[in-house]
């Protein structure tokens, strides 16, 4: 497509459970990011990519939570030993490059955990 | 820590009416600014952006003003339509931070026809 996609859309999964969240760039964007966001609040910063490498992963919370892009497109978020307060829709977004380029959402992984 | 606010966290405007919607930051070293609007299940979509070399950026039926000296930021909405009912949030970045964009809390516009 011509967004950026991600799946799944939604994802209920049981408190300790290990989840992987998926992302999708726009085709050429060379620079992708990952937010979190919590009802009623603006996105959180988690990490971002600059190509294959983890350019900045300071928004990472903890060590349950890790992020991977091994050919520089697809992007996968990984959630281990989740927790209730990991709850929140996992944005991710793409842009062609670093230098302060237009950059593109994704409609989100609403992430549940019970 | 620095971060970007917002004033009025809900604004209601009759249809046809101008909206204005308001932010403060506090990083004095961010010179990129983007407002985005979300609808309710989607994610957030870019509207405008401008840079701090500017003060004013025009889009269509947008506005965006920049006061450096007093660290605001405003996003201007001409004739508002229901279709711009939304919330709405501002982000600041900089270029020494790999332009990663801080967001605000976000604004919620009604607009009632």
């Known amino acids: 497509g011509a967004g950026v996609s991600q799946t799944p859309s939604n994802k209920v999964t049981e408190k300790g459970k290990y989840v992987e969240l998926r992302c999708d760039p726009i085709?050429?964007?060379?620079?992708l990011y990952w937010y979190r966001q919590s009802l009623g609040q603006g996105p959180e910063f988690l990490i971002y990519f600059q190509g294959t490498g983890a350019a900045d992963d300071s928004g990472l919370p903890n060590d349950r939570f890790f992020a991977v892009r091994p050919e520089g497109s697809v992007s996968t978020l990984k959630i281990q030993r989740t927790e209730r307060g990991d709850s929140a829709v996992y944005l991710c977004?793409?842009?062609?490059?670093?230098?302060?380029?237009?950059?593109?959402f994704g409609e989100g992984s609403w992430l549940t955990v019970v | 820590g620095e971060s970007v606010g917002l004033h009025l966290p809900t604004l209601s405007v009759q249809e046809g009416d101008n909206s204005i919607i308001n932010c403060a930051y506090s990083?004095?070293?961010?010179?990129?600014f983007i407002w985005y609007k979300q609808e309710s299940g989607k994610g957030p979509q870019f509207i405008i952006d401008?840079?701090?070399?500017?003060d004013k950026r025009q889009g269509q039926r947008v506005t965006v003003l920049l006061n450096k000296t007093v660290k605001h930021l405003s996003l201007q909405i001409a004739a508002t339509q229901p279709g711009d009912s939304a919330v709405y949030f501002c982000?600041?970045?900089?270029?020494?931070?790999?332009?990663?964009?801080?967001f605000g809390r976000g604004t919620s516009l009604i607009v009632h026809p």
């Open positions: 990083n004095s070293a961010s010179d990129y």
């Open positions: 085709s050429g964007h060379t620079a």
């Open positions: 977004a793409s842009a062609r490059g670093p230098s302060g380029n237009t950059i593109y």
């Open positions: 401008i840079r701090s070399n500017m």
């Open positions: 982000a600041e970045s900089e270029s020494g931070g790999s332009y990663i964009p801080t």
